[in-house]
């Protein structure tokens, strides 16, 4: 499964006039007040992972101290007694959400209590902030920023190469950071807080998958990508004598320096034509090695090699378990670790090998001979090294049975961290494109026995939360989710057993249930047609979503988009994401549809929760109601924000809330009016829950900036007034794609991130 880049929201916000006849202006301008605010505890609605891991570190200071960084889903810490992991970028807010794109985590080889994180999600646009280098002297709790003059790209290429933060083992006051874009090598020598570009380092890269892509993502260039010391060469409270780095630059991957970073030069000999993604040093053996590939991932790779370098005799040597000229060859290397405890035990993953699964390489002898952790036997047989217990997480199997040699759940893909730890040879941890695998008994592996793998993700939430919708009977909560499509969740507190399948969607663009008949669900969701030509972007469910059926659709349509289903659930309408794909209604299951007319392509639709005919779509700053079960649609209030998130209120027909960037706005009249409320200047979107004890109205939900304060707020009396329900150690980027409020629990909402998974909130006070 690949790891998309998640959709995003915008964080920039420009003030709008209106002048309309059907906006009425809040009655008071006066900034409202800071709202108080409320007693609320967070967790995870559980999934177990659902993204990609690109880095796991181990401590070399302290056992069971190990860390792990996502691509959009901020950082983690293992706790050894729980056995799961602690998330440590939850306070990241809003105004810099892309800090929870870790390029890189680098934890002090001399001080257990210190790590590092190279933080910045994009570089391109699409994230308006620069990157940042952030250090913590308590293992993550809290956390000092230094931001750089440039973007970092933990959501770009080659963010499975690395590590490329790193900290002096001689003297830990000195670090060293690979930036990407032609930025070069920098250096601090103030453990973090400042830093200078290394004037000294000759090559800042100059790969790209694709240069010609206007984007500016496919053009990435990765530029420096790890940092390597050579113990052999530090004394205690000197910084380390000679350092290796690798570039992504084919013909000059590998750089050194032998007076502590003062200069630099290109190893001479190196092998040409890939890349380095990872460079170890075995201090002991006087080895570097290095794995190399042909692209930077982490989705592709077809051609590579493993080769070790000899620090004292300078010379190369390949290495390679299946040598890049071998007609054997359909892969590039990966997620190289050394066993500490015996250096001369080695392992290299394929950096992507689709089919049939990806392969470990294991060797005992410095890389004269390796074994794999499975081989072939009589084809599409093979015999394997391993058992795999996905127990705790069966979903993992993505609900296939394809055929030999291929098999569920799969061993891994995108395995560019695979990680030994130094302090037992008997545990391994590595990422894949949607969890964390680990074993406690490799060294089975050596003794012809099998060892098992199972997932080591637990309190590691990394999906991108795209709808939620919480239905008065029935599951709490069901999902619609970036990469891995989306959930039934019968149980907040445990894994579910499998996605949305028959039909599948690679995301879950769109949810919508019946109110007043909540067994009736329909989803749209996302999958590349040519793969599925049979399958429909539409489903239904008669059950509360447990099980799926797919309905027809019109042609051209292969993106999701919005979907409604009316009160009663007779009637659905859609409006499929395609550029230019019109808006289509159906009676029944989707046996047929019929376009909608007088409303914008690619709308937003809603229904109202009371009236079974009466749909609403939001295009470009206008409401368009339809009284017909969406045959047609009549434009109503105008002058609204340019894009939105809209939802009709359970119980009041016509009752409409719209959150944008210019605020949050209320009809009551089926949107031919809307009246601007005084307390939001900008909102990102709305939800109703249950209503407060003694009151008849839903609490409203909304991830809007009140006060001056850009958070999650609760309102008991229709937005009159507003409490602030999370606080500053749970902001979670750039939350609120996705919110609602349960209907059942008065107090608790569901909040949709854009990496940190499904959180829920109960009041606790």
């Not at 090998?353 to 072939?376: E, H, I, L, N």
């Amino acid at each position: 499964m690949r790891r998309h880049r998640p959709r995003l929201m915008a964080t920039a916000v420009t003030a709008l006039t209106l002048a309309i006849t059907s906006f009425t202006a809040p009655a008071s301008a006066a900034a409202p007040a800071t709202p108080r605010a409320a007693a609320y505890s967070w967790r995870n609605v559980q999934i177990a992972g659902g993204g990609f891991v690109p880095g796991i570190v181990f401590s070399r200071k302290e056992h069971n101290l190990i860390y792990a960084r996502t691509d959009i889903g901020g950082a983690y810490r293992w706790d050894q007694a729980a056995r799961r992991w602690t998330p440590l970028l939850d306070w990241v807010g809003w105004d810099k959400w892309g800090y929870n794109g870790v390029v890189s985590l680098a934890a002090d080889p001399v001080d257990a209590d210190r790590v590092y994180a190279a933080a910045g999600m994009y570089t391109n646009a699409w994230d308006p902030n620069n990157g940042a280098i952030l250090r913590s002297a308590d293992r993550g709790r809290t956390w000092q920023v230094t931001q750089l003059p440039f973007k970092l790209g933990g959501n770009m290429p080659g963010r499975g190469m690395g590590e490329r933060l790193a900290v002096d083992p001689g003297d830990d006051r000195v670090l060293y950071f690979g930036a990407p874009e032609g930025n070069g090598l920098w250096r601090s020598t103030d453990r973090g807080a400042t830093w200078a570009k290394v004037s000294a380092f000759p090559n800042p890269g100059n790969y790209s998958d694709d240069p010609s892509d206007s984007s500016g993502y496919g053009s990435h260039r990765p530029g420096v990508v790890w940092v390597t010391f050579d113990e052999s060469t530090a004394t205690s409270g000197t910084p380390t004598r000679t350092i290796y780095a690798g570039v992504a630059d084919k013909d000059n991957t590998v750089y050194r320096s032998t007076d502590a970073g003062a200069s630099w030069q290109r190893v001479p000999g190196q092998p040409t034509g890939y890349i380095a993604h990872k460079g170890v040093l075995d201090a002991a053996g006087h080895a570097l090695y290095i794995a190399t590939s042909d692209t930077a991932g982490p989705y592709n790779g077809a051609k590579g090699d493993v080769w070790k370098y000899d620090t004292r005799a300078s010379t190369w040597t390949r290495v390679s378990p299946v040598p890049s000229t071998s007609s054997d060859a359909y892969y590039g290397y990966s997620g190289l670790t050394i066993d500490r405890q015996h250096p001369n035990t080695l392992m290299v993953a394929t950096q992507i090998s689709w089919w049939p699964d990806v392969v470990f390489f294991r060797s005992t002898d410095a890389g004269q001979t390796w074994t794999r952790v499975w081989d072939w036997t009589s084809y599409p047989n093979r015999s394997l090294r391993y058992k795999l217990d996905i127990s705790a997480v069966p979903w993992l199997t993505f609900g296939q049975n394809p055929a030999p040699p291929e098999a569920t759940p799969k061993l891994g893909w995108m395995t560019e961290s695979v990680e030994i730890d130094p302090f037992s040879s008997d545990r391994m941890m590595y990422g894949t494109g949607a969890t964390i695998y680990g074993t406690e008994n490799l060294t089975q592996w050596d003794g012809g026995g099998q060892f098992t793998i199972k997932p080591m993700v637990t309190g590691l939430e990394e999906t991108a939360v795209l709808d939620l919708v919480s239905p008065p009977s029935g599951a709490p909560l069901v999902s619609g989710l970036g990469d891995i499509g989306g959930f039934r969740h019968d149980d907040l507190n445990a894994v579910p057993a499998m996605m949305f399948v028959r039909p599948g969607f690679t995301s879950t663009t769109s949810l919508d249930y019946a109110e007043n008949n909540p067994s009736v669900m329909v989803r749209a969701g996302n999958f590349t047609d040519s793969d599925r030509p049979n399958d429909s972007h539409v489903a239904f469910s008669t059950d509360g979503g447990a099980n799926w059926f797919q309905g027809t659709e019109p042609g051209g349509v292969n993106n999701g988009g919005t979907v409604a289903a009316s009160a009663d659930g007779a009637r659905f309408v859609w409006a499929p994401g395609d550029s230019g794909q019109p808006v289509v209604h159906s009676t029944g299951f989707g046996n047929s549809w019929a376009q909608s007319s007088g409303v914008p392509a690619n709308a937003r639709i809603e229904s109202d929760r009371v009236n079974p005919r009466k749909f609403y779509a939001f295009s470009n700053g206008r409401l368009y109601v339809s009284t017909d079960g969406g045959q047609t649609f009549t434009g109503a209030a105008s002058g609204l924000p340019s894009s939105a998130h809209f939802k009709a209120v359970p119980g009041h027909e016509g009752d409409i809330w719209l959150a944008g960037d210019t605020g949050l706005f209320r009809s009551t009249d089926s949107g031919a009016t809307f009246t601007k409320l005084p307390s939001a200047a900008k909102a990102v979107n709305v939800g109703f829950g249950k209503a407060a004890p003694g009151r008849s109205y839903q609490a409203i939900y909304t991830v809007a900036t009140i006060g001056g304060v850009t958070g999650v707020f609760r309102s008991d009396d229709t937005g009159q007034t507003w409490v602030r329900v999370n606080d500053d150690q749970h902001q979670y980027g750039n939350m609120g794609e996705a919110l609602t409020g349960d209907p059942r629990v008065y107090g608790r909402v569901y909040l949709g991130t854009n990496g940190r998974g499904i959180i829920y909130g109960d009041t606790s006070g």
